[in-house]
């Protein structure tokens, strides 16, 4: 089975802790109770910036972005969600994942959606914005000199700039995707990537979101849990489609499932959809009959007094860009994506290099580094090679790759696969 460097690989999910319910770390309660009783959008970028475990009882009800984790985390007493209630997200500026530590119950009659949005028609240079955790559909041909681009994120659709761009993937591949990418331990979380955009103007549809809802009681899903890929446009006749969004990942901790609802992480419509998501369920019980729509789910058995690992531990693999072009990588390289303005500018230049440091990854691993620019193009991904051994015990080594680069914005990502 292939292996990534930014997932936990064969990690033991959990840690006996005497015989009483299920244990959530950080579950102190203290954003209060959340009850949605009609339609209602939580605005992640209202969160107060710190470390996931903080006391939030001063910002109640508004979350914890916690940049070191990549997570707008909740610390709820309990979560209802009423029966024709649709509960959403406005995206946090980083497009971090949602994650809730509930202390007590959480019953879901109505919706919760992390949907990615669909395509869009490029009147203005715009890209479709991501579940949270996912990420942007390409841009479809907006003028002339401003062309169509691959999505976003490590599996986004590939774009021919003139005609079609393509699916993107994330579980399973997808006709005409990139490589598969993520397993299903969803450890750290991640949600979905875009599709490519289409030579005319239609952009790719974006990624659906990822979310974590560990919860020491019972979850119980009457209704729907979903985080599906945006649709791509579909002419049905013509060679000018563009792709639909992967779907994202759901991750659900419990000491109960409960209900008869449906949770799905499906892929974005049209010719050239995206691939599905990921599910992940873990619980001591199962009372539920509840529809998944994804690649079979991972479900895993629970024992009562367990403690919930919520992180990557201190001794996973991991992968990160040191500098770009000499530049070194600076504030919060993790969680902006460009959002907030370039990470780094450079003078003109056809080829760039990339460093890159790897923990307890091995050598042998395969270093690739994806470039996708804004428009114009469809990505780039190069080998790196190995630098330089900075240290043995953990395991610790520099990586270099030149990549070609042309004029504007582009998105850097690495991903490493391990032997």
Request: overall charge negative.
């Amino acid at each position: 089975m292939t292996k990534y460097a930014w997932l936990i690989l064969g990690t033991v999910l959990l840690q006996f802790n005497g015989m009483a319910a299920i244990t959530v770390p950080g579950a102190d309660s203290s954003d209060g109770t959340l009850h949605v009783t009609s339609s209602t959008a939580i605005d992640l970028s209202q969160a107060d910036s710190g470390s996931w475990d903080d006391d939030n009882t001063a910002n109640a009800g508004l979350g914890i972005y916690d940049s070191n984790k990549w997570a707008v985390v909740y610390k709820y007493s309990s979560v209802t969600i009423d029966s024709l209630a649709t509960l959403t997200f406005s995206n946090h500026i980083s497009r971090a994942p949602v994650v809730w530590l509930v202390d007590g119950d959480v019953t879901i009659n109505g919706t919760v959606s992390l949907n990615g949005e669909g395509y869009l028609t490029s009147t203005t240079p715009t890209l479709a914005a991501p579940g949270p955790g996912g990420f942007r559909g390409g841009m479809g041909k907006y003028s002339t000199g401003v062309g169509a681009s691959a999505g976003f994120g490590p599996g986004g659709g590939h774009t021919t700039v003139s005609t079609i761009g393509y699916g993107a993937s994330h579980a399973e591949t997808a006709v005409n995707s990139p490589a598969v990418y993520g397993n299903p331990s969803l450890v750290p979380l991640l949600g979905g990537s875009g599709g490519g955009g289409s030579g005319l103007d239609y952009g790719g549809g974006a990624g659906g979101g990822a979310i974590l809802i560990a919860c020491s009681g019972t979850i119980t899903v009457n209704g729907i849990i979903m985080a599906n890929g945006g649709a791509g446009y579909d002419r049905s006749y013509s060679n000018y489609d563009c792709g639909g969004g992967s779907g994202g990942g759901i991750r659900l901790i419990a000491d109960a499932f409960v209900g008869s609802g449906t949770v799905e992480a499906q892929a974005g419509s049209g010719n050239y959809p995206g691939s599905l998501g990921r599910v992940r369920l873990e619980r001591v019980t199962n009372n539920n009959t509840w529809t998944t729509i994804a690649p079979e789910p991972s479900v895993i058995g629970l024992t009562a007094g367990d403690s919930a690992l919520l992180w990557p531990t201190a001794t996973s693999p991991t992968v990160k860009i040191l500098s770009i072009g000499g530049e070194a990588v600076s504030g919060d390289p993790l969680a902006s994506f460009g959002t907030v303005g370039a990470d780094v500018s450079l003078a003109q230049t056809n080829t760039i290099q990339v460093l890159i440091e790897t923990e307890n990854v091995e050598q042998a691993s395969a270093v690739t580094v994806r470039l996708t620019p804004r428009a114009n193009a469809s990505y780039t991904e190069v080998l790196a090679s190995v630098d330089l051994v900075t240290s043995t015990d953990p395991l610790v080594v520099q990586w270099t790759a030149d990549v070609p680069v042309g004029d504007g914005y582009s998105a850097i990502q690495v991903h490493v696969v391990r032997p």
